[in-house]
């Protein structure tokens, strides 16, 4: 992305609770002639602070964070910043929570593994006003859309969930919550190892052979 010297550089902040990863995309974000980090932070709740004083063109966030975890970390954050846009950063597959967190008004999906790779691109797509996510996370959607509308060939849609218990039905709608197995036993009075149970059997009625299957097919019913 080509940049006027005589515009001033976006601004990010940063929000990691390790250090050395702030410190790293920091150091790397300042190189990218587009944008400059204005501030870095280790929780959410000194995160959004810096929101409010900052105002940043983008933020740049972990999705797990000391003091707030996984989809709670994203609803705080696009609420503080909107109508800025923010990119998550996450060690979680993105095929299980891109779609997700997209809906949930982030603009940016970005496995940490990937970042120093992408992220530069990441924050040029958005910053554009655009959606970044990665070609295989694109892929995946434009190949659901496709069998929802009848378009593609030679695919397989998982088995009616008609077919599973009212208690199975729960526990899927738990997981495409982005519940652990521990929360999903707490919130339904079930042992994990109960929870685990009912997993296996969804699986099996949907015809999925991974569990990551049934955490995207789960994430796409919300």
């Known amino acids: 992305m080509n940049h006027n010297p005589?515009?001033?550089?976006a601004t990010i902040l940063v929000i990691d609770d390790h250090g050395?990863?702030?410190?790293?995309l920091q150091t790397l974000?300042?190189?990218f002639p587009t944008c400059r980090v204005v501030d870095s932070r280790a929780s959410l709740q000194e995160g959004v602070a810096a929101i409010e004083r900052y105002k940043p063109d983008l933020v740049v966030c972990?999705?797990?964070?000391?003091?707030?975890k996984g989809l709670e970390t994203v609803r705080a954050v696009v609420k503080a910043q909107n109508p800025r846009p923010v990119l998550m950063l996450s060690m979680h597959d993105e095929i299980i929570y891109a779609e997700q967190t997209l809906a949930m008004g982030v603009k940016g999906y970005l496995m940490k593994e990937h970042a120093q790779a992408y992220v530069q691109q990441a924050?040029?797509?958005i910053l554009r006003g655009e959606i970044w996510v990665s070609t295989q996370v694109s892929t995946y959607l434009l190949n659901r859309m496709m069998r929802r509308t009848g378009n593609a060939s030679n695919t397989r849609l998982p088995?009616?969930?008609c077919g599973l218990s009212k208690r199975e039905?729960?526990?899927l709608e738990k997981i495409g919550a982005g519940k652990t197995t521990k929360e999903i036993a707490f919130e339904l009075g079930l042992s994990p190892r109960t929870v685990d149970i009912h997993r296996s059997?969804?699986?099996k009625k949907l015809g999925f052979k991974r569990s990551a299957e049934i955490m995207a097919f789960a994430v796409s019913r919300m």
Not at 20 to 24: D, K, L, T
Not at 62 to 68: H, I, K, P, T
């Open 169 to 171: 039905l729960e526990v």
């Open 123 to 125: 924050i040029d797509t």
């Open 201 to 203: 059997n969804i699986k």
């Open 20 to 24: 050395i990863v702030r410190f790293g």
């Open 6 to 9: 005589a515009l001033p550089k």
């Open 29 to 31: 974000i300042d190189t």
């Open 62 to 68: 972990d999705m797990s964070l000391g003091d707030s």
């Open 159 to 161: 088995g009616d969930v």
